[in-house]
């Protein structure tokens, strides 16, 4: 009797270890988050006074608890550079983390997408192209005769922007991705095969982004850094860093752009207020305003986070829903963000680790940290 009263004591123990590792578990991935003492620990004053007007969270109606529990939780990050909000056009709240700086220009990767969005508007708005309804193949005459599949002659600027022309997302099989790594000629406008018809369905393609760059560099007669510094960085006063050039010579119109947390700023609010910055018109509103728009719905298929709902994509712009707002986002690898929240006139700018070249599950790991960091900010959010 005494043995099985051990027995049954033993077993009870180790219930009572799996019932509390389970307990620790679930807290761990439901997130406790930090007590009020750390809260009070937490110091996200604006730094970059005569950059912009500042001003403080309680001033702009918003939470000054839940600002600091956003920043406590970007201090807990590895990967983190820099976190700034804006709020009614006001600095609220501004650090720097790990290696990160107010200058320090990183990689901003797919973050490029967006800038090129609007060199597409811009290029519009100049006169270099007549319409969105323009087929790619008008701006690559030198391939016609090397086109086998009639449907790339169908894919038009506005299918391209939705990310709808047809062309498959690269990491999707091992051919794509050894493609993308290695870089991109000109001539895999031809050599890719298209994996949909032209506008029937839609696939994130690094190949089709950095067509668009393409696009505007001929229809302009420039280069695409050219048109930039001319049109968009110059008025924002960006002096971009790094930018790189495809094996053809041409900058790439999909990623790879060095820019500073301060430039993504300026190009967040510059979207958040119709084109506008600092009292010039600079991209015209209309071209926003379209931009911002969902065309294509469910792009993102891999699992992020909790608050991380219902993804749809604009003109080379990321929607996502999160608690009871929907946000868009110009999302980089590593989890470089711009977020603009039109309904809180916020602008939420992160920079991280660009883990340039590293794929896999834990450099996803980081970039799903990052897209969370943001996501679950917004979810807390109350509505107004």
């Not at 000054?64 to 804006?86: R, T, W």
């Not at 994509?313 to 999160?322: H, M, V």
Request: aromatic share 12%; glycine share 8%.
């Amino acid at each position: 009797m005494a043995h099985k009263k051990k027995e049954c004591k033993t077993k009870n123990q180790k219930a009572f270890f799996i019932f509390a590792s389970t307990i620790l578990v679930l807290a761990l991935l439901l997130g406790c988050g930090p007590s009020a003492e750390e809260l009070e620990t937490v110091d996200y004053t604006p730094q970059s006074v005569g950059e912009w007007e500042i001003s403080t969270p309680e001033k702009e109606e918003l939470d000054p608890e839940l600002v600091a529990e956003l920043y406590y939780n970007a201090s807990q990050m590895e990967n983190i550079y820099s976190l700034l909000v804006f709020k009614n056009g006001y600095l609220v709240a501004e650090d720097y983390f790990n290696a990160g700086s107010a200058d320090q220009q990183v990689n901003i990767h797919s973050v490029t997408k967006s800038i090129n969005s609007a060199l597409v508007g811009l290029a519009l708005e100049e006169g270099c192209l007549t319409s969105l309804d323009q087929k790619m193949m008008e701006f690559f005459p030198e391939f016609d005769n090397r086109i086998r599949d009639p449907r790339k002659r169908d894919i038009t600027i506005r299918q391209m922007l939705q990310m709808r022309a047809g062309y498959p997302w690269e990491e999707a099989t091992a051919e794509g991705t050894e493609l993308l790594f290695s870089g991109f000629h000109t001539a895999d406008l031809v050599n890719v095969p298209l994996a949909y018809d032209p506008g029937s369905d839609a696939a994130y393609s690094n190949l089709t982004a950095h067509l668009l760059g393409l696009i505007v560099a001929r229809s302009c007669d420039t280069e695409l850094k050219t048109f930039a510094d001319e049109h968009l960085f110059g008025p924002l006063g960006i002096e971009e860093g790094f930018w790189q050039t495809d094996w053809d010579g041409d900058y790439l119109g999909y990623s790879d752009i060095e820019l500073s947390a301060h430039d993504l700023a300026k190009f967040g609010l510059l979207y958040l207020n119709d084109g506008e910055y600092n009292g010039k018109q600079i991209v015209p509103a209309e071209w926003v305003h379209e931009s911002l728009q969902t065309y294509s719905e469910g792009m993102w298929t891999v699992r992020v986070g909790r608050n991380w709902d219902a993804n749809a994509y604009g003109y080379q712009w990321w929607s996502i829903r999160a608690g009871d707002y929907r946000y868009n986002l110009a999302w980089g690898h590593g989890g470089q963000q711009i977020v603009l929240l039109d309904d809180l006139d916020m602008v939420i700018v992160v920079t991280v680790d660009p883990l340039h070249l590293q794929h896999g599950d834990e450099p996803w790991k980081l970039e799903k940290a990052s897209l969370n960091l943001v996501a679950d900010f917004i979810a807390s959010l109350p509505k107004e």
